[in-house]
């Protein structure tokens, strides 16, 4: 009787010692599975001159997408986390719109946040050209920013999940 009680002490004693291990570096993990700001989430094949930097003022992590304006085409697709930012060269010429995913605990199996999940795209297109002259070249350099109240300098729409680009 006394050995049983003994091993059901070791035996309680394991499980709470495993529970509190659990519990401590479960944020740890959850914070290795979360990609660092400028993870290209889908990769990128521009070869433009233009640059679209992106500040993530939100409370939450976010995916930008950056989509041709007619096939709604993904060129590329940034991870930012709450509070960074991303600037993402080589975008070409066109016209485009911005999608973003926001939210926290990124599925990347999913590609889609688990907590708090939004998906909207600014209201407006984003235009980038480039201009030869005979001594220089100007090139579009885009900064929007996302803030935690209102939208910072973006006008967003809700959008469904079967509107979002693929």
């Keep these: ?5 003994i091993c059901n002490r070791f035996l309680i004693s394991g499980i709470l010692a495993g529970l509190i291990f ?5 944020p740890a993990l959850a ?6 700001s400028g993870t290209l989430i889908r990769e990128s094949d521009m070869t433009g001159r233009c640059q679209l930097d992106i500040i993530n003022n939100a409370p939450d992590d976010l995916v930008a997408y ?7 085409r993904v060129k ?4 930012i986390r ?3 930012a991303f600037n993402l060269t080589g975008v070409e010429d066109g ?10 605990g ?5 590609e889609a946040f688990e907590v708090n999940a939004t998906s909207s795209r600014m209201r407006e297109p984003l235009l980038f050209q480039t201009i030869r002259t005979a001594d220089r070249i100007q090139y579009s350099w885009i900064e929007i920013t996302l803030e935690s109240s209102g939208d910072g300098n973006v006008e967003k729409v809700a959008v469904d999940e079967e509107d979002f680009p693929a």
């Design 66 to 72: 950056l989509c041709t304006m007619r096939e709604e």
């Design 106 to 110: 990124w599925n990347a199996g999913l």
């Design 1 to 5: 009787m006394k050995d049983e009680i």
């Design 76 to 79: 590329a697709a940034v991870y």
């Design 22 to 26: 659990c519990l401590a570096t479960a």
């Design 95 to 104: 016209s485009y719109y911005l999608y973003f995913r926001q939210g926290q």
């Design 82 to 84: 709450d509070g960074d």
């Design 31 to 36: 914070e290795a599975d979360r990609p660092e």
